[in-house]
C-alpha cells in the first residue's frame, strides 16, 4: 500500500511563510500528478495546486503568485511554498497523489492525513 506523511503546517502571522512536505512511502507503484489540496471550516476541500509527473503544474487562482508546488521524483515527495501568506488562506492543507499500483494495473487516489496552517492578521 501507499501511505502519504504530511509535515510544516503551523501558525504564521498574515506576511509570513510556510513550507509543506508530503512524502509517500510503499513498494511497487509509481506516482503520477502529486498535488495539496486544502479545506477551511464550514467550506468543500478545493484545489491549491498540482504537479505532474513531467513538471507542468496548475494553481488555484487564490494562490497564484504566492505559492509554488514542486516535486522530488527521486525522493517521492511534494512541496508547497507559501508566501505571502493571507488569514484566508488558514485552513487544513491534504497532500494528494494519483499512485499507479503494478500489481493492479490501476491507479489509485491516496490522501494524507492534514496539516493545520493558520493565518493570523
Known amino acids: 500500500q501507499v501511505q502519504l506523511m504530511e509535515s510544516g503546517g503551523g501558525l504564521v502571522q498574515a506576511g509570513g511563510s510556510l513550507r509543506l512536505s508530503c512524502a509517500a512511502s510503499?513498494?511497487?507503484?509509481?506516482?503520477?500528478?502529486m498535488g495539496w489540496y486544502r479545506q477551511a471550516p464550514g467550506k468543500q476541500r478545493e484545489l491549491v495546486a498540482t504537479?505532474?509527473?513531467?513538471?507542468?503544474?496548475n494553481y488555484a487562482d487564490a494562490v497564484k503568485g504566492r505559492f509554488t508546488i514542486s516535486r522530488d521524483n527521486t525522493k517521492n515527495t511534494v512541496n508547497l511554498q507559501m508566501n505571502s501568506l493571507k488569514p484566508e488562506d488558514t485552513a487544513v492543507y491534504y497532500c494528494?497523489?494519483?499512485?499507479?499500483?503494478?500489481?493492479?494495473?490501476?491507479?489509485?487516489?491516496?490522501w494524507g492525513q492534514g496539516t493545520q496552517v493558520t493565518v493570523s492578521s
Open positions: 504537479v505532474t509527473s513531467g513538471g507542468s503544474t
Open positions: 510503499g513498494s511497487m507503484f509509481s506516482i503520477n500528478t
Open positions: 494528494k497523489i494519483e499512485g499507479y499500483i503494478y500489481r493492479d494495473s490501476l491507479e489509485y487516489d491516496y
